[in-house]
């Protein structure tokens, strides 16, 4: 059973002599399930930051993704799940997101290998 989730993403185009203008871009992604079970899930994390961060978790086993805003990032990054020995860990580019129970982390892995989270969050609630 094909299951379509919707992400809105910012595209800036540029022409030589005009100045930048960004555009709003619909992407849809269809996941396929075969159980037929899908779950989307928010959760709010107090990080120590200014407001909570939200972060949305789609569900469709195979498929794991979590939508986690980046501070170093123009727009929300689509991470996905990787192996982990323990909690749910989740990969985008250069960044890790792992979840450990009612704890988060977001790991930079172009720093060094023992580095430290660049933000530890703690989930407040989960959103319907």
Do not use: H
């Not at 107090?46 to 498929?63: G, I, K, L, S």
């Not at 997101?97 to 290998?113: F, I, Q, R, V």
């Amino acid at each position: 059973m094909p299951i379509k989730f919707v992400a809105a993403v910012l595209v800036s185009a540029m022409a030589l002599s005009a100045p930048v203008r960004a555009s709003e871009t619909a992407l849809q992604l269809t996941l396929t399930t075969q159980s037929g079970e899908f779950e989307q899930r928010v959760s709010r994390y107090d990080c120590a930051t200014e407001t909570p961060v939200q972060v949305t978790y789609v569900n469709a086993a195979p498929n794991f993704l979590a939508i986690v805003p980046v501070a170093d990032e123009p727009e929300p990054l689509v991470f996905v799940a990787v192996l982990s020995g323990s909690g749910a860990r989740y990969a985008s580019g250069k960044w890790i997101w792992w979840t450990k129970g009612a704890d988060a982390s977001l790991y930079d892995t172009t720093l060094a290998e023992d580095a430290d989270p660049v933000l530890t969050c703690s989930v407040v609630n989960n959103i319907p």
